[in-house]
């Protein structure tokens, strides 16, 4: 009996042993990923959902954080956001599905907007109220001609998930985005690769269809006001727009390398996209 205790004993101690080196060989890992991950510019921003993720699924978090580090050494221009999006095949990937589907309906337009009241006003009246209603209110607004929308949405259908710069005091940080129906959905990179499709969304732009007999769809976009301020969220805007018009051969270019030969798109084409811009 007492040579079973010892050896029963000396199993436990020698279990107890591999147990304490996994779990401190498991917790600097994690140390080590998470200062590694705090050298993102934009980390600040995100901590608290991280350090929630960190706390419930650890595992989950150093497989994701692990993902951040390889595309990190990828990016040797320190100017730009530490991001390379040739990484990331399951945001380029078009066959593979971006997160969960979202089936949730369009909103309606009669949950913000009486239509009762300017369903006998002319499209250009209509336009007015609409700029009016919105100009006090932390939100983006536009209204989109149907002919110019149509091509949009077909745009949309072809090119459900894109990625736009944002110009940010430490270079830029980039913003993807999905549709889903008449609705964009924006959600930072970075998030996303920490919480994939539980990630956050810091713009949600709608398109309002009601009044196309008009001749118009209304648009209006709300923003995560601790990510972006109205500038920013309307600079995501104008991009999305510029891309998606169908008008504009280099950014379809673009949009089709994203979706349909990811491995030879580069992001730093969407950059140089965005400074001619500037620059004009």
Request: charged share 25%; aromatic share 10%; proline share 4%.
């Amino acid at each position: 009996m007492a040579v079973e205790l010892r050896a029963l004993f000396g199993r436990f101690t020698h279990y107890s042993y591999i147990t304490r080196r996994s779990f401190r060989t498991t917790s600097m890992r994690m140390e080590k990923a998470l200062e590694n991950l705090k050298t993102n510019p934009y980390y600040e921003k995100y901590a608290n959902r991280i350090a929630e993720l960190q706390n419930t699924s650890p595992e989950e978090f150093m497989e994701r954080v692990e993902q951040c580090d390889k595309a990190k050494k990828n990016e040797t221009k320190k100017k730009f956001a530490s991001v390379d999006t040739r990484q990331f095949s399951s945001v380029l990937n078009p066959k593979q599905a971006l997160g969960k589907e979202i089936n949730v309906p369009d909103k309606k337009l009669e949950d913000i907007f009486k239509i009762e009241l300017v369903i006998d006003k002319s499209s250009t009246e209509i336009k007015s109220i609409w700029e009016e209603y919105h100009q006090n209110k932390e939100v983006i607004s536009a209204t989109i001609p149907v002919d110019v929308y149509s091509n949009i949405k077909e745009t949309m259908n072809h090119f459900p998930v894109f990625l736009f710069p944002l110009p940010r005091s430490q270079g830029y940080e980039f913003i993807m985005c999905q549709m889903y129906g008449h609705t964009v959905h924006f959600t930072p990179l970075l998030a996303y690769q920490v919480h994939k499709e539980n990630a956050p969304e810091c713009l949600t732009m709608v398109h309002y269809t009601e009044l196309s007999d008009k001749g118009i769809i209304l648009m209006r976009g709300e923003y995560d006001k601790n990510v972006l301020n109205g500038k920013e969220a309307q600079c995501i805007a104008n991009q999305f727009q510029m891309y998606y018009s169908g008008k504009d051969p280099e950014r379809l270019k673009l949009l089709e390398s994203f979706t349909k030969s990811p491995d030879t798109f580069k992001h730093m084409d969407l950059i140089s996209q965005l400074e001619n811009i500037s620059l004009t």
